[in-house]
T-cell receptor, first 111, second 114 residues
Framework: EDQVTQSPEALRLQEGESSSLNCSYTVSGLRGLFWYRQDPGKGPEFLFTLYSAGEEKEKERLKATLTKKESFLHITAPKPEDSATYLCAAYSGGSNYKLTFGKGTLLTVNP | EAQVTQNPRYLITVTGKKLTVTCSQN?????MSWYRQDPGLGLRQIYY???????DKGDVPEGYKVSRKEKRNFPLILESPSPNQTSLYFC?????????????FGDGTRLSIL
């Protein structure tokens, strides 16, 4: 059974204090690793897709990386508006196109 | 604007009273899916549809029904809601099955079953 584990569950940073969120996965034949951002009262908003180990994607202060066992979301010099829950999801290519989600990391950036 | 629209956004109802949550997408996506999100459990798939008239169960289908008569719409039906179906529900869509393109989510429907 596919599993995705995110750590830490919650992270509190000061504005400008860089850090990383972790997503470890156990899936048979990873076809895609997705990162989403979820704000309170909203649906998950797509950030990145990573397809193979060694791949990196960047968007503003966020950078996602992928190894054969885990993915990291690096946040450089975060701002309060980066506060949100960050979700990681894996797709193993099954016929139901089911995303297996982690439980998320709640990031709070204090000014 | 490309979007997935769910209605209602909030609903409080009573046990046993049938309800339908609508989901509509304007991106001509083939694939649509319903998830529920519960504290400590994350997002879990309820049902999915690979195309019109093609639906199948996800991980937690008990107590739910779906239909896909048109490509753009994928309603979620609770025939006899129970309190354990109190949750936050999300509809999602994606261009095609067997692809690794991202799923796009609606803003959610918060259901409270008393």
């Amino acid at each position: 059974e596919d599993q995705v584990t995110q750590s830490p569950e919650a992270l509190r940073l000061q504005e400008g204090e860089s850090s990383s969120l972790n997503c470890s996965y156990t899936v048979s034949g990873l076809r895609g690793l997705f990162w989403y951002r979820q704000d309170p009262g909203k649906g998950p908003e797509f950030l990145f897709t990573l397809y193979s180990a060694g791949e990196e994607k960047e968007k503003e202060r966020l950078k996602a990386t992928l190894t054969k066992k885990e993915s990291f979301l690096h946040i450089t010099a975060p701002k309060p508006e980066d506060s949100a829950t960050y979700l990681c999801a894996a797709y193993s290519g099954g016929s139901n196109y089911k995303l297996t989600f982690g439980k998320g990391t709640l990031l709070t950036v204090n000014p | 604007e490309a979007q997935v629209t769910q209605n209602p956004r909030y609903l409080i109802t009573v046990t046993g009273k049938k309800l339908t949550v609508t989901c509509s997408q304007n991106m001509n996506h083939e694939y649509m899916s319903w998830y529920r999100q519960d504290p400590g459990l994350g997002l879990r798939q309820i049902y999915y549809s690979m195309n019109v008239e093609v639906t199948d169960k996800g991980d937690v289908p008990e107590g739910y029904k779906v239909s896909r008569k048109e490509k753009r719409n994928f309603p979620l039906i609770l025939e006899s809601p129970s309190p354990n179906q109190t949750s936050l529900y999300f509809c999602a869509s994606s261009p095609a099955v067997y692809s690794n393109q991202p799923q796009h989510f609606g803003d959610g429907t918060r259901l409270s079953i008393l």
